[in-house]
């Protein structure tokens, strides 16, 4: 139908609030503790824009929660690929165009990973030292590169935190492969290789047990030795 942009919502985990430490019961999924006073974020104002104006990286809110376009197609009826960080579904979703669309309220700070906590991730402020303690699903198959005391960013959403970002390339240690052997520095060929977080890549031949190596957290590829 023309006049219309049709979206299509692909969508991550829940989010999870911000509570004290003897909330946890009430909320599995996130708790923040400080052993400092809590200071206030300042929020930043709230924009509307046109449905025209969506692009790949726009944050907008959708049926009242917060969203990210991932891809899209261009032209009368729009398919737009969106990562809703609340719900966890995929749905549809038709604007028309021209329309007026909120833009989502999120921003990004800086944290700490320091260390696992049974089955708890925490990340901490390093000027406040405000807590945030993440739930092995909520963390996901991004525990594969996490590694202590790496900063990663957290995003957060009317006080909420709905996500976390890791650094786009680490430096991690190789715990277990083959041993590499004369003339393995030729080109081509791989072997699996285990890195001291428990993630599993493809690394070349002449790569040794020992060696730290760079990764790219967004595909699990090798790039290079550190």
């Known amino acids: 139908?023309?006049?219309?942009?049709?979206?299509k919502l692909s969508l991550f985990p829940n989010s999870c609030s911000l509570s004290s430490s003897?909330?946890?019961?009430?909320?599995?999924?996130?708790?923040?503790?400080?052993?400092?006073?809590?200071t206030s974020h300042s929020f930043p104002k709230i924009?509307?824009?046109?449905?025209?104006?969506?692009?790949v990286g726009s944050n907008i809110e959708v049926d009242g929660s917060p969203c990210k376009v991932?891809?899209?197609?261009?032209?009368?009826?729009?398919?737009?690929?969106?990562?809703?960080?609340?719900?966890?579904?995929?749905?549809?979703?038709?604007f028309r165009a021209g329309s007026k669309i909120e833009e989502?309220?999120?921003?990004?700070?800086?944290?700490?990973?320091?260390?696992?906590?049974?089955?708890?991730y925490v990340f901490m402020d390093l000027t406040s030292y405000e807590e945030y303690r993440l739930n092995e699903?909520?963390?996901?198959?991004?525990?594969?590169?996490?590694?202590?005391?790496?900063?990663?960013t957290l995003l957060f959403w009317n006080g909420k935190v709905i996500d976390f970002e890791l650094p786009i390339t680490v430096k991690l240690t190789v715990v277990d492969v083959d041993p590499g052997v004369k003339g393995d520095t030729a080109q081509g060929g791989s072997k699996?290789?285990?890195?001291?977080?428990?993630?599993?890549?493809?690394v070349p031949l002449f790569i040794n047990r020992g060696e730290e190596i760079m990764v790219d957290t967004r595909n699990g590829q090798y790039m290079s030795r550190a």
Request: glycine content about 6%.
């Open 192 to 202: 699996p290789a285990t890195l001291d977080t428990g993630a599993i890549v493809s």
């Open 137 to 152: 699903k909520d963390v996901g198959d991004k525990a594969k590169f996490l590694k202590e005391g790496m900063d990663c």
């Open 47 to 55: 924009f509307a824009f046109s449905s025209n104006d969506i692009k």
């Open 1 to 7: 139908m023309a006049g219309l942009t049709n979206l």
């Open 70 to 94: 991932i891809a899209w197609e261009r032209g009368c009826i729009r398919e737009d690929h969106i990562a809703n960080y609340v719900t966890g579904n995929s749905v549809e979703k038709t």
């Open 104 to 120: 989502a309220n999120i921003y990004k700070e800086t944290k700490q990973f320091t260390y696992k906590d049974g089955a708890q």
């Open 22 to 38: 003897s909330s946890l019961s009430s909320n599995p999924f996130l708790v923040s503790t400080s052993i400092f006073r809590r």
